[in-house]
């Protein structure tokens, strides 16, 4: 059988205490630091995401608009449209439509991948073989920059209405 313990002296359990409280004041300061360390978790991932979203509108929303406004009678319509059948994206420092379900750039008639330009997004939606898309585009889509004015260098004299003198009522005596 086991040995019978001898009770601690009070010197020992003097020490233990000690030691238990030294313990017990480690684990609240850690404890106390992990909730700080939480807490800023919370702020850190705030700051984060808004950064984030800084980098994409200047990035990617800043000329994705631009792009849309530059071809478009309503680049907010264009830019849905877009969005809606391809992903925008930024792969080494050059803007380009990919497909989203693969997530292949979309390629344009030589092979290489389209530009995110003017000329190349208009001519790739124009093109479309979906009809509805097709009447949705050409009628969001500006197809010429041409003005429709044919007299561009003749003066033209406009008639201008002769109007009278506006009478506010202003001198006339109210009688009643």
Not at 47 to 71: F, M, Q
Not at 120 to 145: F, G, H, M, Q, W
Request: aromatic share 2%; hydrophobic share 40%.
């Amino acid at each position: 059988m086991s040995e019978p313990i001898e009770p601690n002296t009070a010197a020992e359990l003097e020490t233990l205490r000690r030691v238990n409280a030294e313990l017990l004041q480690k684990s609240a300061t850690r404890k106390a630091r992990i909730q700080e360390l939480e807490a800023s978790v919370g702020t850190i991932t705030a700051e984060a995401t808004e950064a984030k979203a800084r980098i994409k509108a200047l990035t990617i929303d800043g000329p994705v608009n631009d792009l849309c406004e530059s071809i478009s009678v309503a680049p907010q319509a264009l830019r849905a449209a877009l969005e809606a059948e391809y992903k925008i994206e930024m792969r080494e420092g050059v803007l380009m439509l990919v497909n989203p379900s693969d997530g292949k750039p979309i390629m344009g008639k030589d092979g290489k991948a389209l530009p995110f330009q003017g000329e190349s997004i208009k001519n790739l939606l124009l093109e479309t073989k979906d009809i509805e898309k097709a009447k949705l585009y050409s009628a969001i889509v500006i197809t010429s920059k041409a003005s429709g004015s044919a007299n561009v260098g003749s003066s033209s004299k406009r008639a201008v209405a002769q109007s009278s003198k506006p009478q506010f009522g202003l001198g006339m005596k109210f009688t009643g």
